[in-house]
């Protein structure tokens, strides 16, 4: 939504600055000029990135019109369920817990928190830790070491996103001056046609460098930034949930273990002591 927003605004602000300064909008709808900085920068892109690296930079560019972050709504209904479940492996035994956990969709306790068991990483990575809890003959050291690397591998898989989109921000600039000075070459072969096609020559190879920087620095390096910290937020999300395994794993009882997990939460989305021993108990 803010993506959109911001969007708006700095188109707005670039249009009617220049029509505040007596400027005619159809002067900067130079499609020559759009097409070479446009498909020079994708062409780059294409040349830059692995097949696989451009199915994620495609598939994350949506997700930053419609973020999929948790609220502290989500992070209370994720830590409650993780409390029933390690009440039931307390009482019951933690081979109990074991039909909740094959398949987290059809458990009764994981089913109802619905954000987490519809997004595979999540879910997967929830599932498989407590898999290998319940082979035991792991320790929690150990098993925190192994969250670990998948935390590492998830986040070293997801960094090259926004590092291609801000490296393809970075040559926009670049590549505004090399339509430029296409428009300049143009010019200078029509030098001999009056002042007023030399004129107008001249105001698009100039537009060349302005979209240049414009596209750089209004859209595609703050898109680029915008994703970076979607991604953060998601691996967030991870950690909660490995603070919360791991915290059950030492000992701790399953209230204990909740509220270690709920200190990893930021400060925006974390609900305080209070309001999750109060949703914990059903009183909200």
Known sequence: MFVIVGVVVVILSIVTGFFIAGGNFLLLLQWAEL??????????????????????????IPKSLKPDNYSKKDYLELLKSFNELFLVAQRDGLLAVEKHIEDPRTSQILSGNKKFVNNDITRNFFADTMKVMLSGGVPPH?????????????????????????????????????????????TMASIDKGAEVVGHHVAAALV????????????V???????????????RVLHTIKACIVAYAKGNPPIIAIEIARRTIFTDERPTFTELENYVRGKS
């Open 35 to 60: 097409i070479t900085i446009g498909g020079a920068a994708v062409g780059s892109l294409l040349i830059a990135s692995p097949m696989s690296l451009l199915k994620k930079i495609f598939a994350e």
């Open 142 to 186: 150990e098993l925190e070491e192994l969250i670990d690397t998948e935390i590492e591998t998830n986040e070293l898989e997801s960094r090259p996103v926004p590092a291609a989109l801000s490296r393809v921000g970075d040559s926009l600039p670049g590549l505004g001056i090399v339509a430029a000075v296409l428009g300049i070459i143009v």
């Open 208 to 219: 060349g460098t302005f979209l240049g920087v414009l596209l750089a620095y209004g859209f």
């Open 221 to 235: 390096n703050p898109l680029a930034s915008n994703i970076e910290h979607n991604m953060e937020t998601r691996l």
